[in-house]
């Protein structure tokens, strides 16, 4: 399109319309550029993509300068390319943060998803001191709503609240859960805590076969002085916890007493084979003693979030507001009914996510309703390096998981294949970035 120059990696990600596609980019590559120019491209008759009109494109950022940014950038190369009606209309086009995209769709069906079309939306300082206060009624000493005494053993492992930097406390967990939930599609329900930890009986069998096992394989090597205080140690711990197993003692109080007995046996001088196998038996026994304590602490901690949580939700309901949370929830909610899923199934042919590293899996599942059959429309674009904002639920493993889902029934079955694609040129380390922004 007119004069303007791109890279040859640039010049890939801006001509690839036909999705999924997935740019990998880091900061200074020039990415805001690159999208900027793909949506003009797409917009032109030469890109031959059917797309005649601005409103046919969306454009996710994350932050409302990005927004502003692109938009600003589109309007100058659409008017530079004699596009002049395309131009007039990028104002009103779908290029905002995910949030604002939410808001605009709720605003448009609030009668039918019975909102109120004025609703108000708390900024982040405002949700903060609201769920800071939630969180202190639940868990005050004078609290009417938990009894300290229904968690004794929490509140003797942490203090209720931080006393300075670092440390956990029980304030600071439970708001931390309560923004891991609010970008896991299911909420607090979607929290897997695993199975059941294995009895101190079990681990303390699995121990000590190890052990002998290890044993048996001194016999017959070469003798040498770490061998022999392996031995020493290693005897010492197999009749610990033989007399363990004799006792009849199955609680895990008493079983990581001895636990924290027995030597961990390094490999020096030692068979290396039946030494590491050994290492990752012993290693994995102490992990699942220590989940199994843990255990009942963590679904203590869901307990308190969720009625944090509970607090929360009552006091937006008291003021008549909703916050970012509630926006992608309410709009997944809107995207799931058949009549508006009909409509906005098809009605963007150009999908863009910038920084979708800190995309959170709710966030995935409504550009899903969005991007078409198979995401042929979608384009997304992160960097794993990267994670702005996990205090809205935000999982870089999110990002790593979509990634590597990209070649799936899903995609096949829309007709396509994904194409990964990278931005690797940092123009902020060269002067030349100028011509590249013109």
Not at 85 to 98: C, F, Q, R
Not at 175 to 198: H, N, Q, S, W, Y
Not at 291 to 309: E, N, S, T, V
């Amino acid at each position: 399109m007119g004069s303007v120059s791109y890279t040859h990696e640039q010049k890939l990600c801006i001509e690839q319309l036909v999705g999924p596609v997935d740019i990998s980019a880091g900061a200074g590559s020039g990415k805001t550029f690159t999208l900027s120019q793909r949506i003009a491209y797409a917009l032109s008759p030469e890109s031959g993509s059917g797309i005649d009109d601005i409103d046919q494109v969306l454009a996710i950022t994350f932050t409302d300068k990005a927004a502003s940014e692109i938009k600003s950038r589109v309007r100058s190369t659409l008017r530079a390319s004699g596009l002049f009606e395309p131009a007039l209309k990028v104002d009103s086009a779908w290029i905002s943060t995910i949030h604002g995209m939410c808001s605009r769709i709720l605003r448009a069906h609030a009668l039918e998803l019975g909102l109120d079309p004025g609703f108000a939306v708390i900024g982040d300082k405002e949700r903060q001191e609201m769920l800071d206060a939630a969180v202190n009624e639940v868990i005050g000493e004078d609290s009417e709503i938990v009894s300290r005494s229904e968690f004794d053993a929490l509140f003797e492992a942490f203090p209720a609240r931080s006393s300075g930097f670092g440390g956990s406390s029980i304030s600071s967990m439970v708001e931390e859960l309560i923004a891991k939930a609010a970008g896991m599609v299911r909420g607090f329900d979607g929290f897997e805590t695993g199975p059941d930890p294995a009895s101190p009986t079990e681990l303390a069998k699995r121990l000590l076969i190890a052990y002998e096992e290890v044993l048996a394989s001194y016999e017959g090597a070469k003798q040498t002085a770490s061998l022999e205080k392996n031995r020493a140690f290693a005897l010492d711990a197999a009749q610990a916890l033989q007399e363990f197993l004799e006792s009849g003692d199955e609680t895990l109080d008493g079983f990581i007493a001895v636990l924290d007995a027995c030597e961990f046996l390094g490999k020096r001088g030692c068979p290396a084979e039946e030494t590491e196998y050994y290492q990752n038996v012993h290693a994995g026994v102490a992990q699942e003693a220590f989940l199994a304590k843990a255990r009942p602490l963590l679904d203590d901690l869901l307990a308190l979030a969720r009625r944090a949580q509970g607090v929360y939700e009552a006091s937006k309901r008291s003021r008549g507001v909703l916050d970012n949370d509630d926006l992608l929830k309410l709009a997944l909610d809107a995207l799931s009914r058949e009549r508006i899923a009909r409509e906005y199934r098809d009605r963007f042919r150009l999908v863009m996510v910038d920084e979708f590293q800190d995309t959170s899996q709710l966030q995935i599942e409504i550009v899903r309703h969005l991007a078409g059959e198979g995401l042929r429309y979608l384009c997304t674009v992160g960097d794993a390096q990267q994670s702005i904002y996990r205090f809205r639920g935000a999982d870089v493993n999110v990002y790593k998981a979509f990634r590597a889902g990209l070649e799936t029934d899903e995609v096949r079955a829309g007709g396509g294949s994904p194409t990964l694609l990278k931005l690797s040129r940092n123009f902020r380390s060269h002067a030349d970035v100028l011509a590249f922004v013109r």
